[in-house]
């Protein structure tokens, strides 16, 4: 099996979720869909053995690599040691501190002041919500982001109001970007093959709490308390977080909502104005 032959040279954590990418053509596609990058830094998730990095550090101005395998790093490290512009940074991509890095001073290439990341990789996909909710959280540090992530989540994350597939991660995720879903790709493009199809996602950060009057932790709990049993209605979910029977019935009414309607029903400017109704400003 070639498996056995490729863990002999290179070890393989599949626990750290590594499929890695072998078809040229989606590493190209990934690293277009970027856009220009000759001016920027480019931030990578877990770069394995370099297929998108080796792409990206001929393009980039920049580019920080985050890499946990502790074999994998100081490979990467070897391999881009003679291109400066490229970082290996050995570390968990969920404690990393995005603003920090968008601010770091490297050896050369230090991006300008104010210049927002450009955010890419194909991603552990075991831990690819709590990257995207570890990015959103970062968002005023980020431009863009290109993710290979399972079919099923990009799916969700371009959900629209009315179809089974929008929940949580939908309206969170279109809460702090446009998401368009770029290319799907079926199990050999990876070695191992992972058990699931891939799609590669854009997230162009837009944030829109401003746009809907809501502010951003107490929004995103909301959504949360709205989806809570999702196949329920939305106004029991409410009843079930406490909110008053009255105080519910009278904001349904002002924000035009069936009393019958479920979360996954309602656009996020009709669930801004449930929010609002439902929370009134003290001043
Ligand atoms: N970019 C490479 C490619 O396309 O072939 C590898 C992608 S592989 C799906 C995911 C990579 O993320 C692996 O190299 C894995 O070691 C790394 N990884 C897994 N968990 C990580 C974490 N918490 N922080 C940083 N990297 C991680």
Known sequence: MPQAAQSVQMPQRPKLGQNFLVSPTAQA??????????????VEIGPGRGAITALLAARARRLLAIELDRDLAPRLREQFKDQPAVEILEQNVLTTDFAALRDKEGSTNAGSPGEKLLVV????????????????????AIERIVLMIQREVADRLAARPGISDYGVLSATTQMYARVEKLLTLPPEAFSPPPQVHSTVVRLTMSPRFDQLQVPVEEFLAFIRTCFAQKRKMLAKNLRNAGHDPAAIASALVSCSISP???AEEIDLPTMACLFRHLHPTQD
Request: hydrophobic content about 45%; glycine content about 6%; cysteine-free.
């Open 121 to 140: 990789g194909n991603l552990p996909y075991y831990i690819t919500t709590d990257i995207l909710l570890l990015l959103f959280r970062f968002y005023a």
């Open 29 to 42: 596609a990934i690293v277009d869909a970027l856009g220009d990058v000759s001016q920027r830094t480019v």
């Open 260 to 262: 019958r309607s479920r």
